[in-house]
């Protein structure tokens, strides 16, 4: 059977959907990497974390065809080992937003531009704040004080800055989209699980749908057989990408109804949902 009519691209986000707490991926899961792979079916990753990051998850040996790296900002092909394509944010937006934010005194951090992007500048704010204490704690040989004239020589990939309450967040996205028209203001949930709400700032461009549009077009791969798996805000460009699209137990309540349901990242969601469509 081509099961390619049904289903010719898979893309999953990692935290929290693919990979369960202990950062595994399930038999089940594995497994149908695996098959879907021997149908010919594109697998991709499609996950917040930087390359560096997805490689202390995923092995180099995993079953998978690309990998959507930063939200979409970079896209390696794991059959050639190169990268395919990078997005960063210009130099002069950089500056200008690195500005903004030291001027309000927010603790942030900013990442060099793919692909150098395993490494960072950090500004402590005015108030103390644990959870990017807590970043720093476990990326400190990756990062750099930045520079007390906040001004940058090159472009960069993103900024991540860090709020206790979504009223601060929306506050400084409704800013920054007033102010810039070249950047995107995404959403994430911490994935230390401590309830802070982390903003990331991406050229306009950048998006986990954007990526997998842009595989899509690579391999002729039809709209409507394009599927996808997440479980955070951070996925929805994907999930509103793609013409079948899960979001597993454990996601945010305010998205259940916008998705299909799939079991959580530890009951194997994953090929769950697969299955639903294959079989």
């Not at 690195?98 to 992007?117: C, H, S």
């Not at 500048?121 to 040989?141: L, Q």
């Not at 994907?238 to 916008?258: A, H, Q, R």
Request: net charge negative.
């Amino acid at each position: 059977m081509d099961y390619r009519k049904k289903i010719g691209l898979v893309a999953t986000d990692l935290d929290g959907t693919l990979l369960r707490r202990d950062h595994t991926i399930s038999k089940e899961d594995w497994e149908m990497l695996e098959f879907l792979g021997e149908h010919d079916i594109i697998r991709v990753v499609a996950t917040g974390r930087n390359f560096r990051k997805v490689k202390e998850v995923i092995p180099d040996h995993a079953p998978f065809d690309y990998v959507a790296f930063s939200s979409g900002a970079g896209i390696y092909d794991c059959r050639t080992n190169e990268l395919l394509y990078k997005q960063n944010i210009p130099q002069d937006t950089v500056n200008t937003i690195v500005a903004q934010l030291m001027d309000k005194r927010l603790n942030f951090y900013l990442f060099r531009g793919i692909p150098e992007n395993s490494y960072c500048w950090y500004y402590r704010g005015e108030t103390i704040c644990a959870e990017f204490e807590r970043y720093y704690a476990n990326h400190h040989e990756y990062a750099s004080l930045l520079p007390d004239s906040g001004k940058l020589d090159d472009d960069a990939c993103q900024f991540l800055v860090i709020f206790e309450t979504t009223a601060e967040y929306l506050q400084l996205k409704h800013e920054l989209e007033e102010h810039f028209d070249d950047i995107k203001v995404l959403r994430a949930t911490s994935p230390l699980e401590t309830g802070y709400v982390w903003m990331e700032i991406f050229h306009k461009e950048v998006s986990k749908g954007n990526a997998i549009k842009y595989i899509c077009d690579l391999h002729k791969v039809p709209h409507q057989s394009t599927f996808s798996i997440g479980n955070d805000y951070n996925d929805t460009e994907l999930l509103d990408f793609t013409s079948i699209s899960y979001l597993v137990e454990n996601g945010p309540e305010d998205m259940k109804p916008k998705y299909l349901k799939a079991p959580s990242n530890e009951e194997s969601g994953f090929s769950y949902s697969i299955k639903n469509h294959l079989f």
